[in-house]
């Protein structure tokens, strides 16, 4: 069996190899080559209630990738939304006394976009599934399957779990205690499941185990990482069920446009966001669809696997439409060994640490200490210590201590270097290690690795200016001249000029990561006028130590990342 995307979407060379296009290349049918977009979504967040750091943290993770991908100056799409429909919303709304729609109204404005800004995130595009061009197409795409008789009514009777807006498996609930003593509940919520009996429309899911096995095996990258993968071959070695896509017991949902009685199942309805927000089903975003459809990465966490990596591909391959190229799977924030949530009162609000360490912090924090695809746990002490030792002391005083020697023995213009030593050519070989191995990391989609690849370039600065003492070199005969300044041309302008070249390295290979303090940095080297845009460096300008124009004028600057009061961190 041959799928779409198995013709459609290549990449131009292996990862982590550099190719002579700006981005991930499709083959189209007719054989020819086009550069392409790389287009990575997170979920879409149910409106129930606030965002809380574990929303923030795929939210986070797509912006650093996506950054990443932009830094490389690729064309990048990225995506993200709310969900908006179904029982879970509805009931929230409901014990709110308002209705569904002026609900999610509120959250949307009040929660879920200001915590792109508090994030800093640079999403291209925000879908929410009650916007018309959703819900048109969503019922264009569905009443095609209908068309195509890949939708019949049956009789279902089984185990609902509201929270997680899904039928249950037997393997799937475990006894409830306390409250719940004497009934199952989910496994991941924890709350009593319902037993629903409905007369609905089915999609006959059940016929695709086969050919996502295939799928599965002919292309290992589509589930990833690999423990994702297994979990979802074991799954659909069991057997698919049909599953039931309508409901008729509530309306807040898309009406099947065949039949109004009934709403579309809300898994259905939101995985569509993904196609439908670049232009599934609009004849006049045909070109659009094409240039960015099919997704290169769908960012889940692992609750919401197996819809996207079973579900999803099977809607698609159902429609005859190209498959996503990745769906990747990140663990949990965990507190007390339990993922965090809001009805666990768990829940930690992004600002809450905003507010205390800035957003570039919050995204470092996250991106570096749990590692992408496990688990981690978020502690107030951690981030405080990691925010001192790594941001402020690593590398925002090794920008403050190399920019004020500049300005020290040279009055702020940077000096022309002497002869090179191994101590350069080693630093430098640094840098184009970290570029290589970052770049790597990105494109098995670990963007934790991606940091602590480019952390070695902060480390080895520091340890190059401890070895070297440039202070102490500046007390040598000959080094400065009359007037105290430098000339330019001896070891003291060699060994500055060399770490003002790993700081704009670093600024190139943190913009992504730490957007405002790397942006920061570059107004310290000289900023736009003298370097150009920082956002239009290539990432593997960063490989080389030659970006940094002849006498350019390095500032003091503010400090990357100032000292945090104690107090405001105990007080969490
Ligand atoms: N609406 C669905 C997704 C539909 S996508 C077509 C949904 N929404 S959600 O708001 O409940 O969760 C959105 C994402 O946040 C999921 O990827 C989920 O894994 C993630 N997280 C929610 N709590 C989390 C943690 N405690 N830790 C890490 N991520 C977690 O599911």
């Known amino acids: 069996m041959v799928f779409q ?93 308002v209705a569904p729609q002026a609900w999610a109204d509120k959250l949307v404005a009040e929660e879920w976009l200001p915590v792109l800004d508090t994030l800093d995130a640079a999403n291209d595009d925000f879908i929410r599934t009650t916007d018309e061009r959703h819900e048109v197409a969503v019922q264009r795409f569905i009443q095609r399957l209908y068309d195509d008789g890949h939708i019949y009514k049956g009789k279902f009777e089984g185990q609902y779990c509201v929270a997680c807006e899904e039928y249950k498996l037997p393997g799937d609930l475990e006894d409830g205690t306390g409250e719940y003593e004497g009934q199952q509940v989910c496994k991941i919520h924890g709350r009593p499941v319902e037993t629903l009996s409905e007369e609905n429309y089915f999609f006959p899911l059940s016929q695709y185990g086969d050919k996502l096995l295939e799928l599965y095996e002919a292309h290992p990258e589509f589930v990833q990482p690999a423990s994702a993968r297994n979990e979802v071959i074991g799954f659909v070695k069991q057997g698919l069920r049909d599953l039931s896509i309508s409901r008729s017991s509530f309306d807040w949902g898309i009406e099947l446009p065949w039949d109004s009685s009934h709403v579309l199942y809300v898994w259905f309805d939101a995985l569509l966001n993904y196609a439908s927000a670049v232009g599934l089903e609009d004849e006049s975003k045909q070109d659009e669809f094409s240039r960015i459809w099919p997704a290169d990465v769908h960012l889940v966490g692992k609750d919401i696997l197996r819809f996207h990596a079973v579900i999803w591909p099977a809607m698609l391959l159902a429609a005859g439409l190209p498959l996503p190229k990745t769906i990747f799977a990140h663990g949990w924030l965990l507190v007390g060994g339990e993922k965090m949530s809001k009805t666990k009162l768990t829940g930690i609000h992004p600002r809450e640490i905003t507010d205390v360490f800035g957003s570039d912090a919050f995204r470092y924090y996250f991106t570096r200490a749990v590692q992408f695809g496990h688990d981690g746990s978020f502690s107030w002490e951690d981030i405080a210590a990691r925010y001192n030792a790594e941001l402020a002391n690593g590398w925002g005083n090794l920008a403050s201590r190399v920019a004020a020697m500049v300005g020290k023995y040279f009055g702020g213009a940077l000096p022309t270097p002497g002869a090179l030593t191994d101590a350069e050519t080693d630093l430098e070989a640094v840098a184009a290690r970290a570029v290589a191995d970052a770049e790597a990391a990105i494109d098995r989609i670990s963007p934790t690795d991606a940091v602590a690849a480019v952390w070695t370039l902060v480390e080895a600065t520091n340890v190059y200016l401890t070895e070297q003492e440039p202070w102490k070199v500046a007390k040598l005969p000959g080094e400065l001249d009359e007037s105290g300044a430098g000339a330019g041309g001896g070891r003291l302008a060699t060994i500055l000029v060399t770490a003002a070249e790993a700081l704009r390295s670093l600024a190139i290979l943190l913009n992504p990561v730490t957007p405002q303090a790397a942006q920061n940095l570059w107004t310290i080297l000289g900023g736009t006028e003298a370097l150009g845009e920082l956002d239009k460096q290539p990432v593997a300008d960063a490989a080389a130590f030659n970006g940094l124009p002849q006498h350019v004028t390095i500032t003091k600057g503010a400090p990357l990342f100032p000292r945090i009061e104690d107090e405001s961190a105990d007080s969490k």
């Open 5 to 97: 995307n198995e013709n459609f979407m290549r990449l131009c060379s292996p990862p982590g190899e550099h190719c002579t296009h700006s981005g991930p290349t499709r083959i189209n049918m007719s054989g020819m080559a086009q550069p392409s977009c790389f287009y990575l979504t997170t979920p879409i967040y149910y409106v129930n209630d606030a965002p809380h750091i574990g929303h923030a943290y795929t939210t986070v993770a797509a912006d650093v990738l996506t950054r990443w991908h932009r830094q490389r100056q690729e064309e990048v799409w990225f995506l993200t939304g709310t969900d908006e429909h179904g029982e879970k919303v509805l009931r929230t709304a409901e014990s709110k006394g």
